[in-house]
């Protein structure tokens, strides 16, 4: 009966510990596997921080320094640029300050030519209405040529006094009352050229 008894609880033991044998082993094969889940998780970790990685001080410098080159040769072109064109600019105006002027000689040389000629044979003509007439040809000629560059003569006398328009050279009192304040003599005509006044009329006005 004892032997019974002892052979039971030597079973029961062998039991236990096959069975606590079973759990350590269980135990060691899930941390086994949490350490490897760990370590794969490291890995993937650091290889996402790698790929994330922000560059380097000097790979940000190099970076500013090709941009402040290209920024300085932007630069350097445009101001090249435009000295050219300030130096256009410049010869362009010293040439229509020399020859702007040009075009309105050109068409004057008829006209001389007119003088010349009404000059040459003022001598010979012995009929004044004759040469007066020729004058006032060419008078006219050389008159429609200013208009036709912008010029124009101003209306000075019945005309109200202007400022804008005349000079007073002298007043003359006693004038009818109809015509104070009136243009009621031109000394010198004024003109204006392309609606601005170039010089101004000399005129007398009435008081």
């Not at 003022?122 to 209405?129: G, R, T």
């Not at 007073?168 to 003599?185: F, R, T, Y």
Request: proline share 2%; glycine share 4%.
């Amino acid at each position: 009966m004892t032997k019974d008894i002892n052979e039971q609880n030597n079973n029961s033991e062998a039991l236990d510990e096959t069975a606590n044998e079973e759990v350590k082993n269980n135990v060691s094969e899930e941390a086994q596997t949490a350490d490897d889940a760990a370590k794969t998780d490291t890995t993937d970790s650091e290889e996402k921080t790698e790929e994330k990685k922000e560059p380097t001080a000097e790979e940000k410098l190099a970076e500013a320094e090709a941009t402040i080159a290209k920024l300085k040769e932007q630069a350097l072109y445009k101001q090249a640029e435009f000295d050219n064109f300030r130096k256009r600019s410049i010869a362009e105006k010293a040439e229509l300050i020399l020859n702007g002027g040009q075009k309105v000689i050109t068409d004057l040389l008829p006209i001389i030519d007119d003088l010349e000629r009404a000059q040459s044979n003022m001598d010979k003509m012995e009929d004044v209405a004759a040469v007066k007439e020729g004058v006032t040809l060419i008078i006219d000629k050389f008159l429609k040529l200013l208009a036709k560059e912008g010029l124009k003569k101003i209306d000075a006398v019945g005309k109200d006094f202007d400022t804008d328009f005349h000079e007073a050279i002298a007043l003359v009192p006693g004038q009818p009352e109809d015509k104070k304040n009136k243009v009621i003599d031109c000394v010198e005509c004024g003109y204006t050229l392309n609606d601005k006044v170039i010089r101004h009329s000399k005129v007398a006005v009435a008081q």
